[in-house]
């Protein structure tokens, strides 16, 4: 990836200074992004440790093709089952009904047709070794989430992922369909995948850490998206700061009796 896509440190590096970087400007992924990213990388190297994994480059590489092959095998006989308790945990999360949770454990991840293309050479290989996918599509009438993975641990990543779209799209549903949809292809690009995975984590670690246990994430979510900009930014970097007033800003969205 690194071959691929250039050195995380010098891509967040550049995010505050550089006009042509993708992320230039933008309020919290310039500012906090380089952070995130380093902050999950401290993480994934003490699970690596934890989990007796190399550190080595090359070696890493086919030691974790070793352990996903050897996960495989493992799941084979269990896919279904472990298929149905995705949705059910999801479900039970969220508040979601089951009828508009479709997961699926897959050997291989097919693109929809209005997948956003390739843009550049960089995103036809990403989008190649694309091992999960989830997102929300209209059924019968009604938003569904929708997610495939090609190991249980893919598939619970992207019924969160598009549980968490759905919610969000509650929040604003008086969004038009062709605005959303020019809204998804601008900021959900492959190319932004690796990035998004290096900061994303570790946002959302530190977004659950702030909601108050007795608040629901589902409402927070929604609340959230309906934030005008600036809002939003302001309370999304207390929250990354770790700030103690985080909570609090929560619980005042949600007019605290109604968490």
């Not at 550190?55 to 890493?60: H, L, Q, S």
Request: glycine share 8%.
């Amino acid at each position: 990836m690194k071959l691929l896509l250039g050195s995380p440190k010098r891509f967040w590096s550049r995010a505050a200074k550089q006009e042509d970087h993708p992320f230039y400007g933008h309020p919290l992924l310039s500012n906090y992004g380089g952070i995130l990213a380093e902050t999950s990388r401290q993480r994934g190297l003490a699970r690596c440790k934890e989990k007796g994994f190399t550190r080595i480059p090359i070696a890493f590489t086919f030691q974790t093709i070793w352990v996903v092959h050897r996960l495989s095998i493992l799941e084979e006989p269990h896919r279904l089952k472990l298929a149905q308790l995705g949705k059910r945990i999801a479900s039970l999360v969220w508040g979601v009904p089951p009828a508009r949770i479709d997961g699926e454990l897959v050997a291989q991840i097919v693109i929809p047709e209005d997948f956003p293309p390739a843009r550049t050479p960089e995103e036809a290989l990403l989008r190649a070794g694309i091992v999960g996918l989830g997102g929300v599509v209209r059924r019968k009438g009604q938003l569904t989430v929708v997610a495939r993975g090609t190991n249980w641990q893919l598939l619970a990543k992207e019924l969160v992922k598009g549980t968490a779209e759905l919610i969000c799209l509650h929040g604003l549903n008086t969004l038009g369909d062709g605005t959303y949809r020019r809204l998804i292809d601008v900021t959900d690009r492959p190319d932004y995948e690796p990035w998004m995975l290096q900061s994303g984590g570790e946002l959302w670690r530190r977004l659950l850490a702030a909601v108050p246990d007795d608040c629901s994430i589902a409402r927070v979510l929604m609340r959230l998206a309906l934030l005008p900009g600036d809002a939003l930014h302001s309370i999304m970097a207390d929250i990354i700061e770790e700030s103690s007033s985080a909570p609090h800003q929560l619980r005042k969205l949600l007019r605290c009796s109604e968490c």
